[in-house]
């Protein structure tokens, strides 16, 4: 049983395209997160929801909308992608309310703008 | 802004010897997690620290955190090839627990 899963794994589209990268955790965890990982690996937090309510919402240019429908999916939609918009995406998920904090990430989408 | 600084950047090693890696934030955290990235994988929670000048270990890897709860690091006895990868440090603000700060990382390389 995967943890944290999110898809596509792969994704290759061209410039001005719409996407959506999809989320879901089966660890009963009341927060999740997005997270983009550029080629120099720096891990830059995006968003976060808590129950469904966004709590962290980063520097991040609007084309960038997430959605929450419950507490296990946390799904990233981007418009009019951009060439710099190519990273690893990773979903990520943690529980606050136990005070244990630890992150479970997922797999990683690799987005390639062409 | 609140940072973590991690070194070194990068470390090369021979298998069998010894790695570190640390962590110095600019502020005082309420608690500081290390993850483990594979070349081409996700970050992996490898433990959490919470008490001053706590000390944990995990087989070969040794985690400690300071006593003032702003600096932090990572040991590794007798390297594997196994230990490649990219090890993270990242803080909880004490003042808040929803966001964690990240490191930049350090790449370890394992010659076997």
């Known amino acids: 049983d995967t943890a944290v899963s999110q898809t596509p794994k792969y994704l290759v589209t061209q410039m001005g395209n719409d996407k959506s990268i999809k989320c879901e955790q089966n660890?009963?965890?009341?927060?999740m997160y997005w997270y983009k990982q550029d080629s120099k690996k720096f891990l830059k937090i995006m968003f976060s929801?808590?129950?469904?309510?966004?709590?962290i919402n980063e520097t991040v240019p609007n084309r960038f909308s997430p959605k929450s429908p419950d507490k296990a999916h946390l799904n990233l939609h981007i418009n009019s992608l951009e060439l710099g918009d190519s990273a690893v995406y990773f979903c990520?998920?943690?529980?606050?309310?136990?005070?244990?904090?630890?992150?479970?990430f997922g797999s990683g989408t690799r987005l390639t703008v062409v | 802004g609140q940072q973590v600084m991690q070194i070194p950047q990068y470390q090369h090693v021979q298998e069998g010897e010894d790695f570190t890696t640390y962590c110095n934030s600019s502020?005082?955290?309420?608690?500081i997690q290390w993850y483990k990235q594979r070349p081409g994988g996700h970050p992996v929670f490898l433990i959490q620290?919470?008490?001053s000048g706590e000390v944990k270990k995990q087989k070969r890897l040794t985690f400690q955190f300071g006593e003032a709860k702003k600096n932090s690091s990572l040991h590794i006895t007798a390297t594997q090839t196994t230990d490649v990868g990219t090890y993270f440090c990242?803080?909880?603000?004490?003042?808040?627990?929803?966001?964690?700060?990240w490191g930049l990382g350090t790449s370890l390389g394992v010659n076997p």
């Open positions: 990242a803080g909880l603000n004490a003042g808040n627990n929803r966001k964690l700060i």
């Open positions: 990520a998920s943690s529980s606050l309310l136990t005070g244990d904090y630890g992150y479970t």
């Open positions: 660890l009963g965890h009341d927060t």
């Open positions: 929801y808590n129950n469904k309510e966004l709590i």
């Open positions: 502020t005082t955290l309420s608690n």
């Open positions: 620290l919470v008490k």
